[in-house]
């Protein structure tokens, strides 16, 4: 048995209901233990690495077979890889929280909750059975949400936290119907067995469409895409470490994980793998729309991950599931670097707020710089690794679709955009507020500072390469590199001029225009969905009531046929887990 692929998730697990023990010792003596745990957790990962490069054991491995219940791990590259990445940038953003919320009382739920959500993620990515992958899937939700409600004395976190847990509900019904529907078919709930099966037969079984499509549909609510991506800027509410963590490290790369995994069965559909790209294209290009108009700067990146995930999924849909996880590994260290260099302005100045902020480039060096190469890197600017996986995935898009290269350029240079617009509105310009004493805590510029040393080297493309047996090469195309080069240096050049030689001219023409006051309200409303969804919500929720009201009758026996019913559910899919 591979005990380090066990421990890298168990330990954190168990770790978090002691923090309320250790917390009797004090405020400290939490941080410390939550940083050790953590960083245990990375080592762990390391160690099932070696196991992985150098096979000694079975790739999947049993544990606890009682009454046909098994725990499994999965082993392979996908899975090594992801534990490597969530358990160090984890470890980093730990590391960032003892300075960010040094001065929160409710610190004990803070790290027991972030040691519950690293060890959720971890579970996720080495499940090797589709209930374990369930219940952790499950699990990183309801994290996600207590963790963006942090602040619960705010009635907008107590209600993002809400928003996030509700929205992701629909996602996550879908993705139990579909191991549902694939242990009917298939007899099994074990991950490659029920792969390997839905793929044999899904040329001649028309329900493995309808199961990819649920699968789809858990995917795209956990990952924020379109049109179920309205909970992720609202849950900039919570702690920045929180909104790191979500946005680099787990919660939305659940959802593209899960489509790697099933990605032998939507091969063979193609209109499922159309559906998927047209799912990325729309959330890449709305996301990037409604970054260029926010006024937050973590709304502006959590619009941006909606964007970059939207890539990653295109890449999926395009058969290109090597280039996603590339990008994935690659928008996690930008974004990561971003958010935390956001929260080192929160705690500095106590707003994030860009029509508040100016000239703090002057005063708070450090934070410029991280800012600066996080912008830079998810622009797509070589020699920077956020370059080398978009490039990845223009280089494949072309070879396939020129056209759908046209939009793919379109979203680098919106990233461009709204990428610098941050830096010269932020970080340039005459202080709007009294000048900053310091910059940020040590403790918080050290993992910024181990990230931007990051976003340097191309050690994402080859540890993808040595993990996912990826062929890509540093090979540079100079056509690709041109036009590359021209849409990052028209979107930097545009801004400049925009924000600082023409922004007198720019904000009255805006202001004088109809057409372009409804765009911009357009956008800063994120495309209209969350009012659609209110209304739609008060229009149906009279009727939800009245069946409530029928179904719910007071009488005991009646609640417990409900009660037996799904417990029936839950026990056929965990006695089905070995078959």
Known sequence: MNLAAWLLWILPLISSPLVVLISKIGRRAVELFACIVSFIAFVLSLMAAVTYIFPSIEKITNWLPIMDLFLEIKIDGVSVLLSMFISFLSFLITLYSVGYISHEEAYTRYYSLILLFIGSMLGLVMAGNLVQLYFFWELVGICSAFLIAYYNYRETARRAGFKAFLVTRIGDAAFLFAILLTYAITGTTSLDAAISSLQNISRVNEIVG????????????????????????????????????????????????????????????????????????????????????????????????????????????????????????????????????????????????????????????????????????????????GFWSKDAILYTTIEKNVGLALIIGLSSLLTTLYGFRLIFRVFYGDAKISRPQNDAPAIMLIPMTVLVFLTFVSWPLLLTQRFVDFSFSLHIDLTTLSLTLIVLLSGLGLTFFIINKYKTIFDKLVSESNFLIKIRAFLMAGFGFDIIYSRTINKIMPSITKLIRRTQTGMLNINMIYVLVTVIIIIIIFIGGAA
Not at 256 to 274: A, D, G, H, M, N
Not at 324 to 334: E, K, N, T, V
């Open 210 to 385: 309808i199961i990819s499509l649920l699968f789809l549909i858990g995917a795209m609510a956990k990952s924020a895409q379109v049109p179920l991506h309205v909970w992720l800027p609202d849950a900039m509410e919570g702690p920045t470490p929180v909104s790191a963590l979500i946005h680099a490290a787990t919660m939305v790369n659940a959802g593209v994980y899960l489509l790697v995994r099933i990605t032998p069965v939507i091969s063979e559909l193609p209109s499922l793998l159309v559906l998927t790209q047209i799912v990325g294209l729309a959330s890449l290009l709305l996301g990037a729309l409604c970054s260029l108009v926010s006024t937050d700067i973590k709304r502006v990146l959590a619009y941006s991950t909606i964007s970059q995930i939207g890539l990653m999924f295109y890449s999926i849909g395009l058969g290109f599931w090597h280039g996603a996880i590339f990008h994935l590994i690659s928008q996690g260290i930008f974004k990561a670097l971003g958010f935390l260099a956001a929260g080192s302005i929160l705690t500095v100045v106590g707003t994030g707020n860009i029509d508040e902020l100016s000239g703090l480039r002057k005063y708070m060096k450090y934070t410029y710089l991280s800012f600066l190469f996080a912008v830079i890197t998810m622009s797509g600017f070589p020699p920077f690794i």
